[in-house]
């Protein structure tokens, strides 16, 4: 069963860094795309980011808001991912979600979606 | 980036009723298209991908349809646990985007 459990949201100052987690299970992370996609209270959804799987070479895409302060990274040994958010901003905060994107017909799509954890980005 | 635009925001339906949501892409998108649904405090279920395949398991009350620019989620008989929002997500080119969600409630 596939299964994914986002961690390390909480609240932080603005200017401040957090480190999201998500523990994956059930599928294996290097042959997946992954996302992050976030969501501020009572809002919409807002794709976040993007890494490639290990055929290729795990790049990365951003969103222009994030871009430059956020990076992405996993630890496929230990089927983890990784969101390292810097120079946090108050619009920043969400509740964050890890997804497992993988290729549909020709096209990439999250499919599981973790249960999100929240980050509040306040003084 | 590319906008995608969802209508209406909300809607009303009763129980039974045929509902249909739909996304215009500010340009061209192919059918890289998929169609979500989220109720309260829970993460969005994938429905619909590729603008038109139903995921596994998702009841066949749902379907999408579209290419392009135009691009339609259609639920036929609202059940009660259907009563959620929907969004749609394109694919075709970075960043991605969402549509702003469409509420639907209970008539």
């Known amino acids: 069963e596939v299964q994914l459990l986002e961690s390390g949201g909480g609240l932080v100052q603005p200017g401040g860094s957090l480190r999201l987690s998500c523990a994956a299970s059930?599928?294996?992370?290097?042959?997946?795309?992954m996302d992050w996609v976030r969501q501020a209270p009572g809002k919409g959804l807002e794709w976040v980011g993007r890494?490639?799987?290990?055929?290729?070479?795990?790049?990365?895409e951003f969103a222009a808001s994030v871009k430059g302060r956020f990076t992405i990274s996993r630890d496929d040994s230990n089927n983890s991912l990784y969101l390292q958010m810097n120079s946090l901003k108050i619009e920043d905060t969400a509740v964050y979600y890890c997804?497992?994107?993988?290729?549909?017909?020709?096209?990439?799509?999250?499919?599981?979606w973790g249960q999100g954890t929240l980050v509040t980005v306040s003084s | 980036a590319i906008q995608m635009t969802q209508s209406p925001s909300s809607l009303s339906a009763s129980v039974g009723d045929r509902v249909t949501i739909t996304c215009r892409a500010s340009r061209a998108i192919r059918d890289d298209l998929a169609w979500y649904q989220q109720k309260p405090g829970k993460a969005p279920r994938l429905l619909i991908y590729v603008a038109s395949t139903l995921q596994s398991g998702v009841p066949s009350r749902f379907s999408g349809s579209g290419s392009g620019t135009n691009f339609t989620l259609t639920i036929n008989s609202l059940h009660p646990e259907d009563f959620a929002t929907y969004h749609c997500?394109?694919?075709?080119?970075?960043?991605?985007?969402f549509g702003g969600g469409t509420k639907v409630e209970i008539k």
């Open positions: 997500l394109q694919d075709f080119d970075y960043p991605l985007t």
């Open positions: 059930g599928f294996t992370l290097s042959d997946h795309y």
């Open positions: 890494t490639r799987d290990k055929a290729n070479g795990y790049t990365t």
């Open positions: 997804t497992r994107t993988p290729h549909l017909s020709g096209s990439y799509f999250p499919d599981y």
